[in-house]
């Protein structure tokens, strides 16, 4: 734990603030220890990326040894789904359309700052293009 301690201290893996998700486990960053992180739990039976309440310690020694995914670092947009069933009777492709256009309307300004930060991000890092505007997939299934 205190090699990990040291790990994420030089190689700044992540930062107070961040959010992250380690051994299976999703959080914010509260608290950065010697030995232990503290993160404030996400998901697990609350939907929608929101707080369980519940602080979890985490032992900085799987920073050595299990795959760490930080979702804000070097970026302040992460990419999401929302899923919205819709009957088959109804009229799906106006129903895209729709949402498509709504999307579109609500988050311009956020689009433009996802571009602006994803220049930087490729300039870091080996990123091909991306698709910042919202998009919608359709699928088909038993519900």
Partial sequence: NLAGGVTLAIGGAYH??????????TGDV??????????????NWVGGDQPTGRLVVVPNGVVLSCNVANFT???RFVWD?????????????????WFRATL????????KLA???LSVLQKKYYLTGRVITP???VSFNDN
């Fill in 16 to 25: 107070v603030g961040d959010r992250i998700e380690v051994d299976s486990i």
């Fill in 30 to 43: 509260v608290d950065i220890g010697l030995l232990y992180t503290t993160l404030l739990e996400l998901r």
């Fill in 73 to 75: 670092k070097d970026n």
């Fill in 81 to 97: 789904e929302i899923t919205i069933p819709v009957t088959y009777e109804s009229d799906w492709q106006m129903v895209s359309d």
């Fill in 104 to 111: 579109e309307e609500e988050t311009q300004e956020d689009s």
């Fill in 115 to 117: 571009s602006k930060d």
């Fill in 135 to 137: 998009t919608v997939f």
